[in-house]
């Protein structure tokens, strides 16, 4: 059954510094997601993307995240400037007609 | 407001007992709708969905769902439990706006599963 793949599977940074979590979706799917999940929360929609532009973000999704499609297979997250509040799980999505599938998810620890 | 309510925090039953895991939304019309398992540490594993037709849905792992409209619910079910049930489930819902499976998908709050043996 074809997966989301994320990488890595956890990644500790240091506050302010940048980070890029990277997600291979379904290669027949069309739209790509993150979601963030904080420990002992539910999981929270940041930003869809589609046709090689953001269709749509939450208000957590601020200056500091942005999102790239560099290549055909690639999409990734990027944090700029990390803060502690940003430690969580994310989750990248991918849908199409066939269905709406997870990646294992990146957990994110900002010391 | 469109909202997705697990009203349910912690559920904990012995192995081999029935489960049922409430969902109920609030939207202007019948979204799309998903239930997703993760374990501990783990990813989000979708159970099953609903998206039309027979209101009786049948998932992964011996669970099923029922959509009930006059409700606004789509519970999760199953017979008998096992102590390998014992994780976190997501109820979520995708408006039905343009076609299918793609949107913002909105999560309940999760309902702890315990099972004990």
């Known amino acids: 059954e074809p997966e989301v793949t994320q990488t890595p599977s956890h990644q500790v940074t240091q506050m302010g510094q940048e980070v890029i979590l990277r997600c291979v979706p379904i290669?027949?799917?069309?739209?790509f997601y993150w979601y963030r999940q904080i420990l002992g929360q539910k999981v929270e929609f940041l930003v869809s993307?589609?046709?090689?532009?953001?269709?749509?973000k939450s208000e957590i999704f601020d200056d500091q995240f942005s999102v790239e499609r560099p290549d055909g297979s690639n999409f990734t997250l990027k944090i700029r400037s990390t803060k502690l509040e940003d430690s969580a799980m994310y989750f990248c999505?991918?849908?199409?007609?066939?269905?709406?599938?997870f990646g294992s998810g990146t957990r994110l620890t900002v010391v | 407001a469109q909202s997705v309510t697990q009203p349910d925090i912690h559920i904990t039953v012995s192995e081999g007992a029935s489960l049922e895991l409430r969902c109920n939304y609030s939207?202007?019309?019948?979204?799309?709708l998903f239930w997703y398992v993760q374990s501990p540490g783990q990813g989000l594993q979708l159970l099953l969905k609903?998206?039309?037709?027979?209101?009786l849905v049948q998932g992964i792992k011996g669970f099923e769902a029922e959509f009930k409209r006059s409700q606004s619910s789509f519970n999760l079910r199953k017979p008998s439990v096992h102590w390998s049930d014992a994780a976190e489930y997501f109820c979520?819902?995708?408006?039905?706006?343009?076609?299918?499976?793609?949107?913002?998908?909105?999560f309940g709050q999760g309902t702890i599963l315990t099972v004990h043996p």
């Open positions: 290669s027949n799917h069309l739209y």
């Open positions: 979520a819902v995708l408006p039905r706006a343009g076609g299918t499976s793609y949107g913002k998908l909105t």
């Open positions: 609903y998206f039309s037709g027979d209101t």
């Open positions: 999505a991918s849908s199409w007609s066939s269905g709406y599938t």
């Open positions: 939207y202007g019309a019948t979204p799309y």
């Open positions: 993307f589609y046709n090689n532009e953001i269709s749509e």
